[in-house]
């Protein structure tokens, strides 16, 4: 019998709940075991993990602030990290869990591709990652899968490939509230282009993907073009948690674009607003030959943030030590149904 | 600088020829190296390759048909083999290839998923590969892609995946003209039946593809059921090479499927026939959350199979030892554009 593949949950926000809630369903097949459970919010540190996930079942498993004493007593094969998109700000989460010779599968944007943003603290990461004998990989559905890795894969059956042009039109309206709120549904138009300048608006994780795919395809960008303009309602879309009047903000629309010799090769527009026709995932390789690939009303992003995280977990385990990205790891694929 | 990989040609048919033209086209930027070529055609042996491959350029590479030699003196790091369908008629000629020390990436459709119908050839290969430090891959575009490897890439966003459907139309009329014969346009019925009786037509690959998916999926499938039925023309259809009647067969519609508990799980269905009209490839994942991908038009064969073939050298290359399936291998992408 295999042994199953001992988990930490580290992090219990609106993803990490869904994490740790999919990795007990998975631990029915034997596959993955949940051991511990971090967070720093008071109100959830000493509870049971049962009540945290709000699951009325006792998981034996009581919610701690102290990440190295879970470590040490808990002694996890991997950490499920869902705490922050910013990689200097969990920077020291990663390296006590690398310290502990614990593989990280995380949800941080940044760390999906963080050599643009962070070179420094990449290079540290994948000694320390290799001095420890870890892998450590950043990923999910956007960035992750459906704006990055998918497209990489379109591109497998081309012989040359000469643009690229990836779209993800999101209705806001379906996903959670914190979502609708970060895409400013529901703001004036002057109210958005305030947020804006503040930097830390948008959707993050645009410009990785985007550094991602190129370097997959071996392309060296002159330049990085990015946009962030807001979508308008062109008359009142209600959702269960606001109404958006007529003009205000419905959400966001964010592009990044990268090219050489002045020509676009490698574009990425991504729409998410509540009210939103027609969403979708789309990848067109101008290649040969070319590829039209759609995935209609989109890869909900909600559940697949979830899923790309679980998944990536044997992925992970079985790579070589090193700070990862998607493209460093086999195939990826629904794990244990 | 990098060293570019050495490249022998297995093979020189129409696949073959169109690989090795990839690799000199991929020369030009010093990825790849064309180093040797290989067929038994007596009207190809002791010809520059230039000419078999008529590019009006002398490659002062002199096509042979002894495999052995040209291994020892061209000393290549990889072989594109594309000398037959069948796993047992190219069985020596792989194994002349790993003791020679030489990674390979073959075409050959039994190659993709050979457990099932090849057993002991399979752990043989594995067993004889691992002994002589070389990886041994069969890819293409189908099987190798459409229908399988981008189905479990699908499911890599799902929790859970309860049952899988997976379709491709391809419309004949626009490939080569050895396509159209081998499914049978222009046939009667009865011609086709004839024809089917002795086992060796319509597509090869879709039962490897179905079980592929099942193990990647980690699913055991009690039955396969397979179908082949002719697709009759409902009117006249002109191709470039042959004209097919009202009632004459177009091509072939094949399928397969297999499940657990009377339960269908995975299915495939392709249609491969001369004026079928919205050609296209799709995975429908019924799952958390469900996900419905198109690609539009198709993945043209004829070059993506090239394409695939030579894209999964430096995947091929850079695997641990033994014998491979696409699952086993890191994400797909255009090698070097």
């Not at 760390?111 to 320390?128: I, T």
């Not at 559940?303 to 790309?308: F, G, L």
Request: net charge neutral; proline share 5%.
């Amino acid at each position: 019998m295999k042994k199953p593949l001992h988990v930490v949950q580290f992090g219990l926000g609106p993803i990490g709940i869904e994490t740790a809630k999919t990795v007990l369903e998975k631990s029915k097949h034997g596959d993955l075991k949940l051991v511990g459970a971090i967070d720093v919010d008071p109100a959830k540190v000493g509870k049971d993990l049962g009540e945290v996930l709000r699951i009325n079942e006792r998981l034996g498993i009581v919610v701690s602030d102290k990440a190295e004493e879970v470590f040490r007593t808990a002694k996890p094969d991997v950490v499920l990290h869902t705490t922050s998109s910013f990689l200097d700000r969990i920077y020291p989460q990663l390296e006590m869990c690398i310290k502990s010779g614990v593989h990280i599968v995380s949800s941080a944007e940044e760390l999906f591709f963080p050599y643009d943003r962070h070179p420094k603290l990449s290079k540290d990461l994948d000694e320390l990652a290799k001095k420890h004998n870890v892998a450590v990989l950043g990923t999910g559905v956007n960035p992750g899968f459906v704006m990055d890795t998918l497209a990489l894969v379109a591109t497998g059956v081309c012989t040359r490939v000469r643009a690229i042009r990836i779209e993800r039109v999101v209705d806001a309206s379906k996903r959670r509230f914190p979502l609708q709120r970060k895409i400013g549904a529901g703001l004036t138009v002057q109210e958005f282009e305030e947020k804006k300048k503040t930097g830390t608006f948008g959707h993050i994780g645009l410009r990785e993907s985007l550094l991602f795919v190129a370097e997959g395809l071996n392309w060296k960008l002159e330049k990085v073009d990015e946009t962030l303009q807001p979508m308008v309602a062109p008359s009142e879309v209600k959702t269960p948690y606001l109404t958006v009047q007529k003009g205000q903000v419905a959400g966001i629309h964010h592009s990044v674009s990268g090219g050489t010799n002045g020509t676009t090769k490698l574009s990425l527009d991504l729409k998410m607003y509540v009210g939103a026709g027609e969403p979708h995932d789309a990848v067109f390789v101008d290649g040969d030959p070319p590829i039209e690939l759609i995935i209609r009303n989109g890869v909900f992003g909600d559940s697949a943030t979830v899923a790309a995280l679980v998944n990536a977990i044997p992925l992970t385990v079985s790579a070589t030590p090193g700070l990862k990205t998607m493209k460093d790891l086999v195939v990826p694929r629904v794990f244990s149904t």
